[in-house]
């Protein structure tokens, strides 16, 4: 089964800096994606990013881009320039397999907290 | 364009009771899933289906059951409601789920308590 390791439970930064977002997966799939969704305390699942197994650059979009490392099987997101407005908890999800379905599994989520 | 929409936004039950709650997509997207999110956890899959009229079991079906009948709708029902079914429920969509590439849309959940 794929498993969705993120070590961070809480993070802090100072506005306008930038942050890293740990995640490791691991699954024997030689295709998957990597994605990341923000949630805000509003609750709602806001997607930002993803990444194909396959893909040779590293994802970006806007100030999201994704560390991508195939070989240690992490992909961070690293958020530059943070806003207040990017306070969340941020979840790494990988897309399973079509025996699921290609539902997505989650990581435990990271909380991050912008400061003035 | 309204997206995946879900019914109702919040609900009480009691413990026995039941209740079904709705899920519309307006995407004409193939694949829906239902999952749940409880305090300092991620969400977790109870159900999916890949077309009008399927529907398979996820991580934690126990409790749940679901129906496709329109492509557009994807119920989730609590036959006999317990106090471990309180959670927040998420909806979601995708095209067709191929080759891996395609973003799941997420509803605004489901803040359900069971007393």
């Known amino acids: ?116 | 364009n309204a997206g995946v929409t879900q019914t109702p936004k919040f609900r009480v039950l009691k413990t026995g009771q039941s209740m079904t709650l709705l899920c519309a997509q307006d995407m004409n997207h193939e694949y829906m899933y239902w999952y749940r999110q409880d305090p300092g956890m991620g969400l977790r899959l109870i159900h999916y289906s890949v077309g009008e009229g399927t529907t398979a079991k996820g991580e934690v079906p126990d409790g749940y059951n679901v129906s496709r009948l329109k492509k557009q709708n994807f119920l989730l029902g609590l036959e006999s409601a317990a106090p471990s079914q309180t959670s927040v429920y998420f909806c979601a969509s995708t095209f067709r789920g191929l080759p891996y590439t395609d973003t799941q849309y997420f509803g605004p959940g489901t803040r359900l308590t069971v007393l």
């Open chain 1, 1 to 116: 089964a794929q498993k969705i390791t993120q070590t961070q439970p809480g993070m802090f930064v100072q506005e306008k800096e930038a942050v890293t977002l740990d995640c490791t997966y691991d699954t024997s799939d030689p295709s998957y994606g990597l994605f990341w969704y923000k949630q805000p305390s509003s609750g709602e699942m806001i997607f930002l990013i993803y990444q194909g197994s396959y893909d040779q650059q590293n994802a970006t979009e806007g100030r999201y881009s994704l560390n991508f490392q195939k070989a240690r099987k992490s992909a961070n997101l690293v958020i530059s320039a943070s806003q207040l407005g990017d306070s969340a908890m941020y979840f790494c999800a990988m897309r399973e397999g079509p025996g699921s379905g290609y539902a997505l599994n989650f990581g435990k989520g990271t909380s991050l907290l912008v400061t003035p």
